[in-house]
Nanobody
Framework: QVQLVESGGGLVRAGGSLRLSCEAS????????RAWFRQPPGKEREFVAT????????AYADSVKGRFTISKDNAKNMLYLQMNDLTPEDTAVYYC???????????????????WGQGTQVTVSS
């Protein structure tokens, strides 16, 4: 079992920044792939960014590339998402996820992840 707890969401104006955090606990060593997904109002959950806790290899959705940065702190078992230049289109519930290490395209899908946090709301006003 892995427990994930997100924090850092809130209300911000367009152009602003937020930093999300995700604390992991439990049998985290077996689930070394971490990611952020988001679910905008009335839409399906979508991939944002992923990172391997081992070598730090990361990837981003095109919609956030250059604005968002995923990072980690292995010693603290923490995952972060720095979000800059936010737009109203970034409004969503953001979820932290953990899954087994994989080199396939499944890492860009919810199917690649076993454990999920409860989500944190990010609202960007225009």
């Amino acid at each position: 079992q892995v427990q994930l707890v997100e924090s850092g969401g809130g209300l911000v104006r367009a152009g602003g920044s937020l930093r999300l955090s995700c604390e992991a606990s439990g049998r985290t060593s077996s689930y070394s792939l971490r990611a952020w997904f988001r679910q905008p109002p009335g839409k399906e959950r979508e991939f944002v960014a992923t990172i391997r806790m081992g070598d730090g290899g990361s990837a981003y959705a095109d919609s956030v590339k250059g604005r968002f940065t995923i990072s980690k702190d292995n010693a603290k078992n923490m995952l972060y998402l720095q979000m800059n230049d936010l737009t109203p289109e970034d409004t969503a519930v953001y979820y932290c996820a953990a899954g087994p290490k994989s080199l396939s395209m499944v890492v860009f899908s919810t199917r690649g992840y076993t454990y999920w946090g409860q989500g944190t709301q990010v609202t960007v006003s225009s």
